[in-house]
């Protein structure tokens, strides 16, 4: 790897970290929205309003996009729906913390997802990694025998976006990352709002909503995923998504500083052995991971 190719990948993994600190705050406030606005209704503002401003800001974004590459972001926009969707369900019905860490195992399974796309080598570790992982779903969603409905909804959720992480890695340039943010962001906004207008679209009636939904629209959502497009031009899906694993350290900070979630010891060691899951996946050789480096390069 050469010093400029280097950089350029340690720039990328900077700001995704800066990405998931925005992105760990959005479980509160999605939790809080969701009390008010449909689920439906509000991934569909929300993603409608990124897309929007990120149009506007390069409107010649999509015309430099070729119908191929159009297609690979209409694909990823469905990935992206089905995870949000998923997610959101899911966190109606669980803690921010919980979700967050179930979220996370998007991390192991993306190893998987790259194998089954791209016959990519699945190295041991990998699937020491997937035992963890396993244990730690247990600790954080096993109510007696049987787990919760929202967990099993956040578990599809994060298979999705493992899915959206893999073709991300494949389909990415520097050229198309705004073109393929602004498709993505797109699709989801027109899905969830086709789903929410089926009983009534409805809009934030508080002040404070008003200003989450635009928070997360413009910092956790259009910026956000051009800046994940972009790094996933740089790098490869696995570095990507070990470095969005501090996304549920950091939600679960915000839950306990502003919503005072209770931690308890379950939690404590589910989430500990969740973490550990996705950093045995990166403890793998790099060969691969430098050799998708330099394909996206070319």
């Known amino acids: 790897?050469?010093?400029?190719?280097?950089?350029?990948?340690?720039?990328?993994?900077?700001?995704?970290?800066?990405v998931t600190v925005a992105w760990g705050s959005t479980f509160v406030v999605v939790q809080q929205v969701t009390r008010e606005v449909p689920i439906t209704d509000f991934l569909g503002l929300r993603f409608g309003i990124a897309a929007v401003l990120m149009f506007v800001i390069r409107p010649r974004a999509l015309s430099q996009l070729t119908k191929e590459q159009r297609g690979h972001g209409l694909m990823l926009g469905l990935f992206l729906t089905a995870g949000f969707l998923l997610q959101t369900f899911?966190?109606?019905?669980?803690?921010?913390?919980?979700?967050?860490?179930?979220?996370?195992?998007?991390?192991?399974?993306?190893?998987?997802?790259?194998?089954?796309?791209?016959?990519r080598?699945?190295?041991?570790?990998?699937?020491?990694?997937?035992?963890?992982?396993?244990?730690?779903?247990?600790?954080?969603?096993?109510?007696?025998?049987?787990?919760?409905?929202?967990?099993?909804?956040?578990?599809?959720?994060?298979?999705?976006?493992?899915?959206?992480?893999?073709?991300?890695?494949?389909?990415a340039t520097r050229e198309s990352a705004y073109g393929l943010?602004?498709?993505?962001?797109?699709?989801?906004?027109?899905?969830c709002s086709a789903l929410g207008c089926l009983d009534g679209f409805e809009l934030p009636?508080?002040?404070?909503n008003w200003l989450a939904v635009v928070f997360l629209a413009i910092f956790a959502t259009a910026i956000a995923f051009f800046v994940q497009t972009w790094a996933q031009s740089v790098i490869s899906?696995?570095?990507a998504a070990v470095v969005m694993t501090m996304e549920p350290v950091f939600a679960t900070l915000f839950a306990v500083l502003?919503?005072?979630?209770?931690?308890?010891v379950r939690i404590v060691i589910g989430a500990l052995c969740v973490l550990a899951a996705m950093y045995l996946v990166e403890l793998g050789p790099r060969h691969a991971e430098d050799a998708a480096i330099q394909r996206l390069e070319m």
Do not use: C, Y
Not at 102 to 108: A, D, Q, Y
Not at 258 to 264: G, L, Q
């Open 237 to 239: 899906p696995t570095r």
């Open 205 to 208: 009636q508080s002040k404070a």
């Open 121 to 171: 080598a699945i190295e041991p570790l990998t699937w020491v990694g997937v035992a963890l992982a396993v244990v730690g779903l247990a600790f954080l969603s096993l109510r007696g025998w049987s787990i919760g409905f929202g967990e099993i909804l956040t578990l599809f959720g994060a298979i999705a976006f493992a899915l959206h992480i893999v073709n991300l890695g494949r389909w």
């Open 258 to 264: 502003f919503i005072d979630e209770p931690i308890t």
């Open 181 to 191: 943010a602004v498709i993505q962001l797109g699709v989801v906004s027109v899905v």
């Open 1 to 18: 790897m050469t010093a400029t190719t280097a950089g350029s990948a340690l720039r990328a993994q900077g700001a995704l970290l800066v």
């Open 90 to 119: 899911g966190l109606a019905r669980t803690t921010p913390t919980i979700s967050a860490f179930i979220t996370g195992l998007f991390v192991v399974f993306t190893p998987i997802a790259a194998w089954v796309l791209m016959r």
